[in-house]
């Protein structure tokens, strides 16, 4: 107790995503001695259940399903792209929003579809992470606003990057090199928070 979080020391967690993507950013902002191992890394080759109808149920229900498995300390994430016209579209379909194996293109395309002609571009992101141990579990929240644009812009990121403009800047996530992109980040900020937890109770 008391230590900083400038202090290095080891934790090694298990990061309950098989997406190259993410586990990359949430590695890119790991605080020094904190290990961050994937789904792929420790032999998951399965899909953990998404079937609940909020951000925050999804994130817990993977971090207790690994857990239930494994029986190692672990987290989960879960983010949603909140469109304000859309009455909270994609929402916890995210990742799905143009079908089950739809690729970031297709979801993009339908999103932009179903906002063709709509002057209010308002949306958010949400992300839950869930820490979850011996059958409790602590839940932290990252959200940035921001607006749609009209077109893709951009080839960096992944998901919706190449649409989504946070409030404060003119780019969007794709146009953003990664540590732009930390600085509005949603999932920097549920990290952050998370992070700051782990340091106060685990060190």
């Known amino acids: 107790m008391g230590t900083t979080p400038d202090t290095v020391w080891h934790k090694r967690l298990i990061f309950a995503t098989s997406n190259p993507h993410k586990l990359y950013?949430?590695?890119s902002i790991s605080p020094p001695g904190l290990e961050i191992v994937g789904l792929k890394e420790i032999g998951f080759l399965g899909e953990l259940p998404e079937t609940r109808d909020?951000?925050?149920?999804?994130?817990?229900?993977?971090?207790?399903?690994?857990?239930?498995?494994y029986g190692f300390p672990c987290f989960a994430e879960d983010t949603?792209?909140?469109?304000?016209?859309?009455?909270?579209?994609?929402?916890v379909y995210s990742a799905r929003y143009a079908g089950k194996n739809a690729t970031y293109q297709e979801n993009i395309n339908k999103l932009l579809s179903?906002?063709?002609g709509v002057e209010n571009r308002r949306a958010h992101f949400k992300t839950v992470i869930t820490y979850y141990d011996r059958g409790e579990y602590v839940q932290f929240t990252g959200v940035t606003e921001g607006e749609i644009t009209i077109s893709p812009r951009g080839s960096s990121g992944f998901g919706?990057?190449?649409?989504?403009?946070p409030a404060g800047s003119s780019k969007t996530y794709a146009e953003m090199t990664l540590e732009e992109k930390n600085a509005f980040s949603h999932r920097k900020k549920s990290f952050d928070a998370?992070?700051?937890f782990l340091f106060q109770n685990l060190v």
Not at 160 to 165: E, H, L, R, S, T
């Open 25 to 27: 950013e949430v590695r």
């Open 54 to 69: 909020t951000v925050e149920g999804n994130s817990l229900q993977k971090a207790s399903h690994l857990w239930q498995l």
């Open 194 to 196: 998370f992070a700051n």
């Open 80 to 91: 949603g792209l909140f469109v304000d016209a859309l009455p909270g579209e994609p929402g």
């Open 114 to 116: 179903k906002l063709a």
């Open 160 to 165: 919706y990057d190449p649409v989504f403009v």
